[in-house]
């Protein structure tokens, strides 16, 4: 699944994220590893909630709250999107603040993406989530489930391409790197878009 779903719905987002904020190649690793771990810690909340909730209690619980999560995750990679934008072409205030606040230590930022990313349903999470429902005797086995489909996950292109992000903007000077920061940024906000329509 990471060489295949997972890279091309979590690619896009954390390259642009990743070449957009310029973390070198040590950053974009870390970066990656923040954001697998978050999905990873949701994965097993997730099979918890299963096997002691049965698949339908929590796919239900979840549909009432579904509406709302692709509307705030939506929110909250627009507004990424926006403070990689600013940081390409200069910056008020407000821009500053909010870029100091979700971009410069950003590693509650890239959590809370990790998180966003996995809690939104695809596919491949459901298939493992009714897997575990059916298979598993013990909370353990799920929690042992979601972790190793997590770890399956992780292991993905996505890592080196991570590493390789950070390369992109040592090559890059002064206005190709602000209009390099303006592409990554519109992306993440094109796709926040696209999560907020999916609630509707």
């Known amino acids: 699944m990471g060489s295949g779903p997972c890279l091309a719905s979590c690619g896009p987002l954390l390259l642009s994220y990743i070449v957009g904020t310029n973390k070198k190649v040590a950053g974009g690793l870390l970066t990656y590893v923040l954001f697998s771990l978050a999905r990873v810690a949701v994965y097993i909340i997730l099979a918890i909630g299963v ?35 600013c940081g390409g072409y200069g910056e008020n205030n407000t821009c500053a603040f909010l870029k100091r606040q979700f971009l410069e230590h950003d590693k509650k930022s890239i959590v809370l993406l990790g998180v966003v990313v996995a809690i939104v349903p695809c596919a491949p999470l459901l298939a493992m989530l009714s897997y575990l429902g059916l298979v598993s005797v013990n909370w353990w086995q799920s929690v042992l489930g979601a972790l190793f489909f997590g ?22 000077k002064g206005r190709q790197a602000a209009i390099l920061n303006y592409i990554c940024g519109l992306v993440m906000v094109i796709l926040g878009l696209q999560l907020i329509r999916g609630a509707f």
């Open 51 to 85: 096997f002691f909730l049965g698949r339908f209690a929590l796919e239900g619980f979840l549909a009432g709250l579904a509406r709302y999560l692709f509307i705030l995750g939506g929110a909250f990679i627009i507004l990424l999107g926006v403070l990689v934008i």
């Open 151 to 172: 770890i399956g996950v992780f292991i993905s292109p996505l890592l080196l391409l991570s590493g390789l992000g950070g390369l992109i903007q040592r090559w890059l």
